[in-house]
C-alpha cells in the first residue's frame, strides 16, 4: 500500500490549499482515509477522515466549517480542501489508512511521506 500526498506549500493566513492524497496497492474504495498533522514539536494530531463510500465524514474542532475531505474513488485519491487557514495551522501533514477494510475507528496502519503546509501571519 502506497499513499503519497501532494499540495502543500506556503500560503498566506486567510488563504486556501488543497492537500491530495493519492494511494495504490489496493481497493481504494474498501477503505477510510484520515488526515493527521504534526506541528514542530509537537505530538501528530488527527484532522479529519472519510468512511470508504464518502458518507461519512470526521473533524478535530479546530478545522470544522475551515477544512473539508472529500474524495474520488475513481481516481483513488482523497481531497482535504483547507479554506480560512491560520498560522496555527502550520504543520506536515499526512494522510493515513487502517489495514482493515470498511474500519472507521482510530486506528491507521498505513501512512503517506507528509506534505508541508506553512501558514503565514
Known amino acids: 500500500v502506497q499513499l503519497v500526498e501532494s499540495g502543500g506549500g506556503l500560503v498566506q493566513a486567510g488563504g486556501s490549499l488543497r492537500l491530495s492524497c493519492a494511494a495504490s496497492?489496493?481497493?481504494?474504495?474498501?477503505?477510510?482515509t484520515g488526515w493527521f498533522r504534526q506541528a514542530l514539536g509537537k505530538e501528530r494530531e488527527f484532522v479529519a477522515a472519510i468512511s470508504s463510500s464518502g458518507a461519512m465524514t470526521d473533524y478535530t474542532d479546530s478545522v470544522k466549517g475551515r477544512f473539508t475531505i472529500s474524495r474520488d474513488n475513481a481516481k483513488s485519491t482523497v481531497y482535504l480542501q483547507m479554506n480560512s487557514l491560520k498560522p496555527e495551522d502550520t504543520a506536515v501533514y499526512y494522510c493515513?489508512?487502517?489495514?482493515?477494510?470498511?474500519?472507521?475507528?482510530?486506528?491507521?496502519?498505513?501512512w503517506g511521506q507528509g506534505t508541508q503546509v506553512t501558514v503565514s501571519s
Open positions: 493515513a489508512s487502517p489495514r482493515a477494510a470498511y474500519s472507521f475507528g482510530k486506528t491507521y496502519d498505513y
Open positions: 496497492g489496493r481497493t481504494f474504495r474498501m477503505y477510510v
